[in-house]
């Protein structure tokens, strides 16, 4: 699904049944007292079939309240995983390459319309930049945004796959025209990331915000706020759950549900300006599900 949110007059949002984008407002309040777990109303599993009365419970357990060193696990098994993966197209999609298409094409169609919306004057006189998080190998900066976008910037944390994007992204492997560069590679986590001031018209998340804790998952986008030039939005593209939340535990993220979203986009300040459902298929070994 694909959403968009702007700052508080506007934002926008994508959301797909494999990924959401959303967008959201530069106007916000920071919190008083640090965050911790943050209650969340929802109920879930894991990927071993455990249920947990609520996602709190949940995060309790796998990142304690409050417990850096916990936390620090948390996140660096999630790295760990990745570290262990190809740098490729089918590496970086688990395997189910045949997406990469049909994930393209509908966030193209997502973000022509919200360009066109948003920003009417790009390509004459307003240069447009964006930022690519979770940006892995550059599947998304190559196959789309560096089409849009004059400067990209991509933020990885997994560096054998910044270092392929750096290749993939150099001016030789690219068909576009000197106006359209891969600015900066940042090999820094998600959350510890922060923007530099007004940078941004556009911050891209896809398929990364699930390997957040829900504090974390606040935090950074009241920092990532501050990136944005005004009129800037976040665009969020996210596998979203059918209810509550999953809990994967050997990649260490977390599948929300459109719910679960919500309630922390309210945390964040956040508002939708634009939603969109995307629907992709997978097969099974049987069959395609979706």
């Known amino acids: 699904m694909h959403s968009s949110f702007r700052p508080s007059p506007s934002q926008a949002s994508l959301r797909l049944r494999v990924p959401s984008d959303l967008l959201a407002s530069r106007v916000w309040k920071p919190r008083e007292n640090p965050l911790k777990c943050i209650r969340m109303d929802v109920t879930g599993i894991d990927s071993e079939g455990r249920e947990f009365k609520s996602a709190e419970e949940m995060w309790r357990e796998e990142v304690g309240d409050g417990d850096p060193l916990k936390k620090s696990q948390w996140y660096s098994q999630g790295v760990s995983y990745w570290q262990g993966v190809e740098a490729t197209v089918d590496g970086v999609l688990g395997g189910y390459e045949h997406v990469n298409e049909p994930d393209i094409q509908g966030s193209e169609a997502f973000l022509n319309a919200l360009l066109s919306e948003r920003f009417p004057d790009a390509g004459s006189g307003r240069r447009l930049v964006t930022l690519d998080c979770g940006s892995g190998i550059g599947r998304i900066t190559k196959n789309l945004l560096i089409r849009y976008f004059n400067e990209v910037d991509l933020l990885e944390p997994v560096s054998h796959f910044l270092e392929t994007a750096r290749r993939n992204l150099s001016p030789e492997n690219l068909m576009v025209t000197d106006e359209h560069k891969a600015a ?43 990136g944005l030039k005004p009129g800037g939005l976040f665009v969020l593209k996210e596998n979203i759950a059918r209810s509550g939340f999953v809990l994967d535990k050997v990649d260490k993220s977390i599948t929300r549900s459109d719910l679960y979203f919500k309630q922390l986009f309210d945390q964040c300040e956040l508002h939708v300006y634009k939603t969109k459902d995307l629907y992709l298929y997978v097969w099974s070994g049987s069959k395609w599900i979706s």
Not at 198 to 219: A, K, M, P, T
């Open 184 to 226: 900066n590679f940042f090999c820094i986590p998600l959350q510890e990331f922060t923007p530099e001031p007004e940078r941004y018209d556009v911050i891209w998340i896809q398929w990364c915000i699930g390997h957040l804790s829900d504090d974390d998952f606040v935090s950074f986008f009241k920092r990532a706020k501050a």
